[in-house]
Protein backbone atom coordinates (compact mmCIF):
# COMPACT_ATOMS: atom_id res chain seq x y z
CA UNK A 1 0.00 0.00 0.00
CA UNK A 2 1.33 3.38 -1.10
CA UNK A 3 1.64 5.63 2.30
CA UNK A 4 3.02 9.13 2.43
CA UNK A 5 3.41 10.43 6.22
CA UNK A 6 3.95 14.33 6.79
CA UNK A 7 5.29 15.85 9.79
CA UNK A 8 7.33 18.51 11.15
CA UNK A 9 4.81 21.14 11.26
CA UNK A 10 4.44 23.80 13.84
CA UNK A 11 3.32 27.70 14.40
CA UNK A 12 6.52 30.36 14.41
CA UNK A 13 7.10 33.64 14.08
CA UNK A 14 7.50 35.19 10.60
CA UNK A 15 11.44 34.79 9.89
CA UNK A 16 11.68 31.44 11.48
CA UNK A 17 12.26 28.07 10.07
CA UNK A 18 10.78 24.57 9.96
CA UNK A 19 11.82 21.62 8.77
CA UNK A 20 9.10 19.42 7.27
CA UNK A 21 9.02 15.37 6.73
CA UNK A 22 7.45 13.01 4.40
CA UNK A 23 8.27 9.45 4.67
CA UNK A 24 7.07 7.46 2.38
CA UNK A 25 6.25 3.26 1.57
CA UNK A 26 4.46 1.23 -0.58
CA UNK A 27 6.57 2.04 -3.44
CA UNK A 28 10.05 2.46 -4.88
CA UNK A 29 10.99 5.86 -3.34
CA UNK A 30 14.47 6.22 -5.62
CA UNK A 31 12.38 6.31 -8.12
CA UNK A 32 9.23 8.06 -8.07
CA UNK A 33 8.82 11.70 -9.27
CA UNK A 34 8.05 13.19 -5.44
CA UNK A 35 5.95 17.03 -4.69
CA UNK A 36 5.03 19.06 -2.00
CA UNK A 37 1.51 20.73 -2.26
CA UNK A 38 0.05 22.93 0.55
CA UNK A 39 -3.54 24.37 0.92
CA UNK A 40 -3.74 27.84 2.51
CA UNK A 41 -6.54 30.07 3.68
CA UNK A 42 -8.10 30.05 0.47
CA UNK A 43 -7.94 26.49 -0.11
CA UNK A 44 -6.77 26.41 -3.55
CA UNK A 45 -4.49 23.37 -3.34
CA UNK A 46 -0.41 24.65 -4.68
CA UNK A 47 2.28 22.78 -6.07
CA UNK A 48 5.13 24.64 -4.00
CA UNK A 49 8.34 22.29 -5.20
CA UNK A 50 8.25 19.04 -7.12
CA UNK A 51 11.38 16.26 -7.53
CA UNK A 52 11.59 15.07 -10.78
CA UNK A 53 13.90 11.73 -11.66
CA UNK A 54 15.68 12.39 -14.40
CA UNK A 55 14.02 15.63 -14.80
CA UNK A 56 14.23 18.96 -14.43
CA UNK A 57 13.06 19.54 -10.78
CA UNK A 58 10.96 23.00 -9.84
CA UNK A 59 10.28 25.21 -6.68
CA UNK A 60 7.91 27.89 -6.30
CA UNK A 61 8.57 31.35 -7.24
CA UNK A 62 7.71 32.55 -4.03
CA UNK A 63 9.57 29.96 -1.84
CA UNK A 64 12.88 30.01 -3.63
CA UNK A 65 16.01 31.06 -1.49
CA UNK A 66 14.22 29.73 1.36
CA UNK A 67 12.70 26.38 0.88
CA UNK A 68 15.35 23.63 -0.02
CA UNK A 69 13.95 20.05 -0.83
CA UNK A 70 16.18 17.56 0.44
CA UNK A 71 15.91 13.79 0.48
CA UNK A 72 17.52 11.04 2.52
CA UNK A 73 16.90 7.94 -0.04
CA UNK A 74 18.20 5.59 2.77
CA UNK A 75 14.98 6.26 5.00
CA UNK A 76 12.92 7.41 1.68
CA UNK A 77 12.23 10.24 3.43
CA UNK A 78 11.97 14.11 1.78
CA UNK A 79 12.25 16.87 3.96
CA UNK A 80 11.35 20.28 3.28
CA UNK A 81 14.09 22.98 4.93
CA UNK A 82 11.87 25.97 5.47
CA UNK A 83 13.38 28.92 5.96
CA UNK A 84 12.48 32.68 6.61
CA UNK A 85 8.81 31.89 6.61
CA UNK A 86 6.29 34.46 5.90
CA UNK A 87 2.90 34.96 7.24
CA UNK A 88 1.77 33.70 3.20
CA UNK A 89 3.98 30.09 3.70
CA UNK A 90 0.78 29.71 6.23
CA UNK A 91 -1.23 26.26 4.98
CA UNK A 92 -1.79 22.69 5.11
CA UNK A 93 1.41 20.68 4.02
CA UNK A 94 1.19 17.44 2.18
CA UNK A 95 3.52 15.41 -0.44
CA UNK A 96 2.40 13.01 -2.97
CA UNK A 97 3.45 10.93 -5.61
CA UNK A 98 2.01 10.04 -8.65
CA UNK A 99 0.77 6.44 -7.45
CA UNK A 100 -0.90 8.11 -4.67
CA UNK A 101 -2.81 10.50 -6.23
CA UNK A 102 -3.91 7.36 -9.01
CA UNK A 103 -5.01 5.60 -5.90
CA UNK A 104 -6.93 9.12 -4.00
CA UNK A 105 -7.23 11.94 -6.66
CA UNK A 106 -5.39 15.16 -7.69
CA UNK A 107 -6.94 17.13 -4.44
CA UNK A 108 -4.75 18.50 -1.92
CA UNK A 109 -8.33 17.08 0.12
CA UNK A 110 -7.42 13.82 -1.36
CA UNK A 111 -4.41 12.79 0.24
CA UNK A 112 -4.20 12.61 3.75
CA UNK A 113 -3.89 15.11 6.70
CA UNK A 114 -0.56 16.80 5.96
CA UNK A 115 1.14 19.15 8.23
CA UNK A 116 0.26 22.39 9.37
CA UNK A 117 2.49 25.53 8.93
CA UNK A 118 1.14 28.81 10.48
CA UNK A 119 3.34 31.35 10.51
CA UNK A 120 2.98 34.82 12.28
CA UNK A 121 3.57 38.37 12.00
Known amino acids: EVQLVESGGGAVQAGGSLRLSCTASGFTFDDSDMAWYRQGPTNECDLVASNIRGGTNYIRDSVKGRFTILEDNNQHTMYPQMNNLKPEDTAVYFC???????????????WGQGTQVTVSS
Open 96 to 110: VTPSLMQIRGSKCSD
